[in-house]
Structures are given as C-alpha cells and as structure tokens.
C-alpha cells in the first residue's frame, strides 16, 4: 500500500529516479548519469544567475579580475557538464555542441554503465548578456560493447565512429531532457515514462518535482518561427505559415507569433501551452540550423513521450538514422495535431 505522505514529504529528482531505480525502471548506472547531470545544471544556473555581477557575459577575450583570459559562458559550461558526466564514472564517451570530436572519458574515471552523453552546454547562450532564457539540453544513449575498431582510423574519427553507430534516437535513447534557465530553473525529463519537470529550490539546492507526467495540448494556437527567414523557406512551409495567419480559416481567430531565439525556452513554452516550434531547412542551409543528436532528439523524445511528435517535416526526428554527430535536421516539434498539420504541407511537396 503506499505509505500515507506527511506533510513534510517531498519528491526532489533524487527521490524519483530512486523511485524508478526500485521499480526496476532504470539501472543504477543510468540514475547516476542524471543525477551528474542534474549537479551540472544546478552548477550552470549559478554560473548563469550571476553572469553579469561576475563578468561573465561578453565574449572571449575579455580579462577577468586575474587577467586570465574570460572565457565565454558557454565555455565554462561545456567544462562543468564534462566533468561532472566524467567523474560520475558511469560515462563511456561524450559529444558535445562545444567540441568538434567526441571525447572518450578517461579509463581512470570510468566504473561501470559506459553510457554515451550528447549535449549542448549552454543553448542559445548568445542571449544571456539580455538576459533572456537559456538552457542546458541533453540525451543520454544506451551504451554498447562493440565500436567500429578501424586500426589505421585516428581516434577522433573512431569516436565519432562510435557515436554515430551507436546513438540511433529511436531506438538508443536512455533518457533525454533539458534545463531551463529563466525566472526559475527547471529540470525537464524523461527515461520513458512519461515526462516529469522539477523545480529548482534554491533554499536547499535540490530539484523538487513540479510538473507530474506533462502531457502536451493536442492542439495549440501558438507558432514559434523565426519568419525573418520566410523568404528562404522552401514554398510548402511558406503556405503553412500564411494559412496559420489567416482570420477565416480560423473563425477570425489566427494563430499567435511567440519566438524568443532560446530552443529551450520556446520548447518549454510550447509543452505546456501546446502549438509547434519549428526551425525548417532554408536555401542557405537545406538541414536548417539545429543539431540532431543533442537538440531535435531529446526535443522529440520529450515532445513525444508528452504525447505529442518531432518532425523534420518528411519523417519522424526519432527515426533519422544519424550519419555525423554534429548532424544537422529540420525541426518542426509540438503538439501532434499541429505538426501533423505542418506535415500536411510539407510531404504533400515532396
Ligand atoms: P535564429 C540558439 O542559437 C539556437 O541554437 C536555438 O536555441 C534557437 O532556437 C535558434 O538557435 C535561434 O536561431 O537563427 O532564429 O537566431
């Protein structure tokens, strides 16, 4: 029977992933790899929380108090979620949005689970001497025992090897998620089973849960597009676009412009809102701009685990077989109804 909860109980990330460690939902190994992430982002939110009082907005090349070179923020965080995910010991290799290969973590530091991390640090970090929202995004890929060993391959290459050959999203995705840097710091996840957010409590340093088994809108009347580059859109999501503003095909209620150039800001906003965020491919970038293994993945997984679907516009994000790590996919993600409707435009025009 479930013990009667008293009042003084509550349920932080720690207390869930114990949950579900017990449940036999996930391996001790896995509970690990987040909690290491979840010690990163309470790290990055302090760091982003205090940028401006401790001069760490601004570009590289700025001096800091010791006349070290600043580095940029997003530097910084690329350091703090390297070592936190290293140290954790359950870690195997690590591809990050801040490192051109991706990196194998010391022997010395590994124990056991050899999971395979993406990331990016600090997304849409060029925001933050505005100080609008930012965010840390995540996945986690189920290990594997056999890499590509090519002998006269260098190591980069054979890492990259590794990554690309193991991280299939569809089928490799232990857990994916994202941390939001805004008026408060929230830790969205999934290990699949359902989505769950938790809320950083800055009294005792803990992610407490808040958002229980989020379940987007089926529909929303909200887009998030950056239509400065309409004119690069291929015509079918330039149609899409106009039929969302159109007063009679919406009973003189047209659909609402949000976009404040953060992913997971916009992403967050739109799981529980509902609607459709989207960053199609352009005639200057025909894949567009966002990266498959660290951003369109875990943004998917997310969206569909709420129940709703990641697109590229022509196939599911989640079923892209990926073919370099820093690959590049269009993004159209959101409630089903809505990117269904997306695709009602963009499949009919292939
Ligand atoms: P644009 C930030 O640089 C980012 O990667 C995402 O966070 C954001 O959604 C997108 O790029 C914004 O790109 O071209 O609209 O400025």
New binding site residues.
Partial sequence: QTKQQNEYEIFTLTTWLFKLEKQGTINNELAVVISSIALACKQIASLVNRAGISNLTGVAGAQNVQGEDQKKLDVVSNEVFKNCLSTSGRTGILASEEEDFPVAVDIADAYSGNYIVCFDPL??S?NIDAGISVGSIWGVYEPSEECPMDAHDDANKLMEQCVVNVCQPGKDLAAAGYCLYSSSTIMVLSVGTGVFGFTLDPMIGEFVLTHKDVKIPEVGKIYSF?EGNNDLWDESVQEYIKSLKSPEKWDGKPYSSRYI???VG?FHRTLLYGGIYG?PGDKKNKNG??RLLYECAPMSYLAEQAGGLGSTGTTRVLDVVPEAVHQRVPLFVGSKKEVEYLESFTKKSK
Avoid: E
Wanted: no cysteine; aromatic share 10%.
């Fill in positions: 997304d849409g060029s950056n150039g953060s992913l916009d960053y701009k966002l």
